[in-house]
C-alpha cells in the first residue's frame, strides 16, 4: 500500500524558532510536494521537486526553504517562524510528469506558531 | 479571479437525492482535470480524474466543458458516507513543468 509519512501531526512553536517538517514516502516516486491548507483558501502549493537535489517554488515560497537530498524524503523548513505561518501542511508525492500524476498525501502536520 | 473557483456550499442534502458541482478554470491551456476528496481531519484523495468525452465510476459523473472552461461532478443516489469535502484541480498549463492547482472544495453532507 502506498505510504506518505509526515514526522510530526502537531507542533506548538514559538515565533523566531526554526521548524522542519520531515515527509517521506515509499512509492519511489520522482515528485514530491509540500502545500499548505487554510480555511477559505483550500490548498496552496509551497514548493515541489521532481528530482533529487532539484527544487522548484509554488506559489507561496516565502518563508520557505526546502531540501531533497534523498529521493525517498522532502523537508520543508521554515527559517524563522512566524504567526502567520500557523497552518496544516500536507505533504504529496506522484509519479510520472508533475501535473498529471495522481497525488498521494500524507496525513498532514498541523502547526501552531505562537 | 481565482485560478480555480468552486462554490464552498454547504451542500446540505438527503440521502438518496442527486447533487452537483460545478468548478470554473481560468487557465485555457489547462490539460489535465481530477476531483479529490477530502474527509474532515484527514487528506485529501483521489477520487476520479476528468476526461474530455465524460466519464462515470459509479454512482459518480464527470464532465468537462472546454469552451467554457468549465467541470462538473455529479452524485446520485447519495450516501452518508458520501459526506466530505471535494476539490476541483486543475494543472496549471500545457507544459509538463506546470503544476496542479486546487480549488478550495466544496463542502457536502447527506443527512439521513
Known amino acids: 500500500d502506498v505510504k506518505v509519512t509526515q514526522s510530526s501531526r502537531y507542533l506548538v512553536k514559538r515565533t523566531g524558532e526554526k521548524v522542519f517538517l520531515e515527509c517521506v514516502q515509499d512509492?519511489?516516486?520522482?515528485?514530491m510536494f509540500w502545500y499548505r491548507q487554510d480555511p477559505g483558501l483550500g490548498l496552496r502549493l509551497i514548493y515541489f521537486?521532481?528530482?533529487?537535489?532539484?527544487?522548484e517554488k509554488g506559489d507561496i515560497p516565502e518563508g520557505y526553504s526546502v531540501s531533497r537530498e534523498k529521493k525517498e524524503r522532502f523537508s520543508l523548513i521554515l527559517e524563522s517562524a512566524s504567526t502567520n505561518q500557523t497552518s496544516m501542511y500536507l505533504c504529496a508525492s506522484s509519479s510520472g510528469t508533475v501535473n498529471t500524476g495522481e497525488l498521494f498525501f500524507g496525513e498532514g502536520s498541523r502547526l501552531t506558531v505562537l | 479571479r481565482k485560478e480555480v473557483e468552486q462554490d464552498p456550499g454547504p451542500f446540505n442534502v438527503p440521502e438518496g437525492a442527486t447533487v452537483a458541482f460545478n468548478c470554473t478554470y481560468s487557465n485555457s491551456a489547462s490539460q489535465s482535470f481530477f476531483w479529490y476528496r477530502q474527509d474532515c481531519r484527514k487528506e485529501p484523495k483521489l477520487l476520479m480524474s476528468?476526461?474530455?468525452s465524460g466519464n462515470e465510476d459509479g454512482r459518480f459523473t464527470a464532465q468537462l466543458n472546454r469552451a467554457s472552461q468549465y467541470i462538473s461532478l455529479l452524485i446520485r443516489d447519495s450516501k452518508l458516507s458520501d459526506s466530505a469535502t471535494y476539490l476541483c484541480?486543475?494543472?496549471?498549463?500545457?507544459?509538463?513543468?506546470?503544476?496542479?492547482?486546487f480549488g478550495q472544495g466544496t463542502t457536502l453532507q447527506v443527512k439521513p
Open positions: 521537486s521532481y528530482d533529487v537535489k532539484m527544487k
Open positions: 512509492m519511489d516516486h520522482e515528485n
Open positions: 476528468v476526461y474530455s
Open positions: 484541480v486543475v494543472n496549471g498549463g500545457s507544459s509538463n513543468t506546470g503544476k496542479l492547482i
